[in-house]
């Protein structure tokens, strides 16, 4: 699993959601914030050796961080490849109906990590990754994918 394509991806998604700051703290973890005063943190439960990845990148332990800041010194690269990504996602999407609404999906090829409206989820190799109606991603299981959604052809 690729550490900064996936810190590249989960905090985009969070900033896509609306949150601007990243924390990293000793008693709550990791979290991110819409303001700096923000009494609704979004808690990122990033498994144990994800977490030593991310104190490698030496951001204040306890300061609250801009989160486009954080992306640009230290996930150039990944951001642009998002970016690439992003930009040819509508050639992969894949149309469906979860009644009545209608999303897309792209099926995962590799394991990744997603920030869901729920926390992070760590996706499996052949899950579907669905945008929700708001711009949120959430992964599904294959099997359970057949049992909500039709394919819109």
Request: hydrophobic share 35%.
């Amino acid at each position: 699993m690729d550490f900064k394509k996936n810190i590249t991806s989960v905090l985009e998604a969070a900033y896509l959601l609306g949150y601007r700051y990243l924390t990293i703290s000793q008693q709550d973890g990791c979290y991110v914030t819409k303001g700096l005063k923000d009494d609704t943190p979004l808690a990122l439960n990033f498994d144990t050796n994800f977490v030593r990845k991310l104190e490698q990148l030496n951001l204040p332990v306890g300061v609250s961080v801009e989160i486009r800041t954080v992306l640009d010194s230290q996930c150039a690269d990944e951001v642009m490849a998002l970016q690439a990504y992003e930009q040819s996602r509508d050639s992969k999407v894949t149309h469906i109906r979860h009644k009545p609404n209608e999303l897309t999906a792209v099926k995962s090829t590799e394991e990744q990590y997603l920030l869901t409206l729920n926390g992070i989820v760590k996706t499996n190799p052949g899950d579907w990754i669905i945008r929700g109606v708001n711009g949120e991603e959430y992964p599904c299981d294959p099997e359970i994918f057949k049992k909500l959604y039709d394919i819109v052809e």
